[in-house]
């Protein structure tokens, strides 16, 4: 069981940076691939990128591919996302998960935090 609480969202200009953070706590936490989403009212859940569980392996949506990085760290059992060059489509709740398979699928994480919000203003 893997608990996550995703923390660091706000409002932000146009053109700003946020980094969120995803805190966990349960059992081993190491091995698990972390991957983000993003949510809008009215849209589908939106994959954003994930992190291997070693940290070297990542992959992004084309939509923030460059401006977005996830790094972790497991001795603090926390992965961020950096977003950078935001901008007003970014706004969106987004969420941190964990799951045993590299996807950008949804259905394939099994535990979820509640999200935190971001909000970019032009």
């Known amino acids: 069981q893997v608990q996550l609480v995703e923390s660091g969202g706000g409002l932000v200009q146009d053109g700003g940076s946020l980094r969120l953070s995803c805190a966990a706590s349960?059992?081993?936490?190491?091995?698990?691939?972390m991957g983000w989403f993003r949510q809008a009212p009215g849209k589908e859940r939106e994959f954003v990128g994930y992190?291997?569980?070693?940290?070297?392996?990542?992959y992004y949506s084309d939509s923030v591919k460059g401006r977005a990085t996830i790094s972790r760290d497991n001795a603090k059992d926390t992965v961020y996302l950096q977003m950078n060059s935001l901008k007003p489509e970014d706004t969106a709740v987004y969420l941190c998960?964990?799951?045993?398979?590299?996807?950008?699928?949804?259905?394939?994480?099994?535990?979820w935090g509640q999200g935190t919000q971001v909000t970019v203003s032009s």
């Open positions: 349960g059992r081993t936490f190491s091995t698990y691939v």
């Open positions: 992190i291997n569980w070693d940290g070297v392996g990542t």
């Open positions: 998960a964990a799951g045993s398979v590299r996807s950008i699928s949804d259905y394939q994480y099994n535990y």
